[in-house]
């Protein structure tokens, strides 16, 4: 049998044909659809979780996998820096059953804040990558995963890019094969890292590099495609593919496994060719290593790592080296696409509370969320975005530097206070700080697509479970001032602000109003706007929903008459409340 599945899809078909007991996941793009597919389709026969976060995910994955099952965790390419500290000592503890280690880079940071290569995550913590270059490999990458980590006691690395998690292809669909689970068996000199024990499994992983090294020789997931011996390019992942299509008559040794190379086999390969390329995304990952060995290659010369790599640019870095004959094409001066930036929601209720703060006059350090879209025009209030939970320790760390001229204001989502939040939030309670935190609560995990975390009392596999209490929690940590605000309410919202700055202690607000997208789309009856009353003073554009924009009309001023669209209006009412005329009126 024979499906079109992406390939997070065809991953998570793959963790349920090959054996999958366990799967834990934080939400992120461009992963979160693996989990999602699995606690849709396969809940009846594994187990798969929401963890509050990436670095809790890995740790349960482990647990599981320490109890005998077979066990994935999944995170974007960010997360796996939240879960690095597992996993630079889980290389040495080594696994029970299998453990793979799915991390969905992004190159072109369509949905990120960095562009970061974590191939370099093998190097550093000393195990296995697998790079598939299609949905089929995707499903199959995950047996070859879960064999090489019980056969040499590792955890493997798994690592997607959006292009490979997002595109489509046809994939052989097979029955699942149950794995064999012991359960767990007490061995405290391999799982009980204290020095003494760690100095010794070092060694082990040292060892263990080195038959990797030989498995990297002789498995076919490294293979090499003859065509033409002028030119050889060493390529592997969504690069592949574009090598295929800029240079069919290229001869390519495809890698399947990124880490560790099968340096002999490159070094055969290089022989039989007059010129050898690497073509990889981001960073000269593979270069490096050929280089070391002392293998005359060429790469990022000719292919950049700066954004991700398609047939085009692919081509154009073989015509630039002289081995592909033609004319470079312009990429920059092709005519483009009408750009669609992303913007908050009509209705969303992050719209109400970043409105409050620019009034405000605070400067807002933000966090990584929906929300973060008050960065742009109009509203422009969001003054920075690290990374999940620095909104905190930014406000706090600009507040002890004591030079500012205003107040910093902490912002960042349910979800994400939930991830990495709570932690600074106790930091600045125990060290005496006074800034004021928002937690805008619209009850589900909004950016990657409304999935369900500690607050919102449902699990991935749709049971009802208890729920954090977020005004209880900050109590928890210390915060004595935690109030509740309607982000609807745009005076109510300037009114807390202010008079929370006001106070000599940390505070929280947390706002009350879900996300008008989940679970079903909330609407209101929708507004208009009564030209005959209309002044073109341009407030309502200054909130900057895409629900209202201009009529093409403008007064004898010549500033632009407003219309407000009933078809994206939810009736959320910001606009009417900033009207200095009262010309928003809602429908009858």
């Known amino acids: 049998m024979e499906m079109l599945l992406s390939g997070n899809e065809a991953l998570a078909r793959g963790f349920f044909e090959f054996g999958g007991e366990f799967a834990s996941a934080y939400p992120g793009t ?43 965790a999944v995170m974007k390419h960010v ?46 913590a000393s195990i296995p990558v697998l790079e598939p270059s299609d949905s089929q490999e ?15 006691d590792t955890p493997v690395l798994l690592r997607l890019t959006t292009r490979i998690s997002h595109s489509k292809c046809i994939v052989s669909i097979g029955e699942r094969e149950e794995a064999d689970n012991h359960g767990f068996e007490r061995n405290i000199e391999k799982y009980v890292m204290v020095p003494a024990h760690g100095i010794k499994r070092h060694a082990e992983v040292i060892k263990r590099l080195e038959k990797l090294k030989e498995y990297a020789e002789k498995t076919p997931l490294n293979q090499i495609i003859w065509n033409d011996k002028k030119v050889g390019v060493i390529s592997g992942s969504i690069a592949y593919q574009h090598t295929r299509d800029a240079f069919p008559d290229a ?63 692919v081509r154009n870095g ?43 006059g605070v400067y807002t350090t933000g966090d990584i969320g929906c929300y973060t879209l008050g960065a742009l025009a109009p509203l422009s209030q969001i003054d920075s975005c690290l990374c999940m939970g620095a909104s905190i320790g930014n406000a706090f760390g600009i507040e002890k530097a004591g030079k500012t001229d ?17 932690t600074p939030l106790a930091t600045a309670v125990y060290n005496k700080s006074s800034i004021t935190v928002v937690i805008a609560d619209n009850r589900i995990t909004a950016m990657t697509g409304g999935q369900d975390h500690p607050a919102t009392s449902k699990t991935l596999m749709g049971e009802d479970t208890s729920a954090v209490d977020l005004p209880e929690l900050c109590r928890a940590v210390g915060v004595r001032s935690v109030r509740e605000v309607d982000p609807y309410d745009v005076d109510e919202s300037i009114k ?34 009564d030209t005959e009353v209309c002044i073109a003073c ?9 629900a209202i924009t201009g009529s093409g009309e403008t007064d004898d001023k010549g500033n632009s008459i407003p219309v407000i669209s009933e078809v994206l209006c939810t009736g959320c009412s910001i606009c009417a409340q900033v009207c200095p005329v009262d010309a928003i009126k809602k429908t009858n």
């Open 30 to 72: 461009p992963s979160t659809e693996i989990l999602e597919t699995i606690g849709r389709h396969f809940k009846d026969t594994v187990y798969a979780e929401w963890a509050i976060n990436e670095k809790v995910a890995l740790e349960n994955a482990v647990g599981a996998s320490y109890g005998g099952a077979r066990s994935i």
């Open 318 to 360: 073989f015509i630039e080296a002289g081995v592909v004959e033609g004319e470079k094409t312009d990429i920059e001066g092709k005519e483009k696409v009408v750009p669609r930036p992303p913007v908050l929601c009509p209705g969303c209720p992050h719209r109400g509370i970043v409105y409050a703060m620019k009034k405000s």
């Open 538 to 546: 341009g407030n309502c554009f200054k909130v900057g929903c895409p």
């Open 138 to 152: 995707a499903k199959d990458f995950v047996r070859y995963g879960f064999e090489i980590s019980e056969q040499f």
């Open 496 to 529: 807390a602000i202010k008079e929370e700055l006001e106070k000599d202690e940390v505070s929280v607000i947390i706002t009350n109003r879900p996300c008008m997208l989940f679970p079903s789309k909330i609407t209101d009856k929708p507004y208009r706007i």
């Open 406 to 422: 205003k107040r910093a204001v902490a912002f960042l989502g349910d979800s994400t206070f939930l991830h990495s939040g709570i």
């Open 251 to 313: 001869s390519i040794l495809k890698l399947g496994m990124g880490y560790p190379l099968p340096i002999n086999k490159i070094r055969e390969f290089a022989s039989q060719v007059e010129r050898l390329f690497v073509v990889e995304e981001l960073e000269p990952f593979y270069e490096e290593h050929i280089k070391a060995a002392g293998i005359e290659v060429e790469g990022k010369k000719y292919f950049s790592n700066y954004l991700e790599l398609n047939v085009t640019r």
């Open 79 to 124: 997360g796996l820096n939240v879960a690095a500290d597992p996993l630079m000592t889980l290389s040495y503890t080594g696994v029970n059953a299998g453990l793979v280690i799915v991390s969905a880079d992004d190159p072109s940071l369509h949905s990120s804040q960095n562009e970061q290569d974590n191939r370099c995550y093998g190097k550093f």
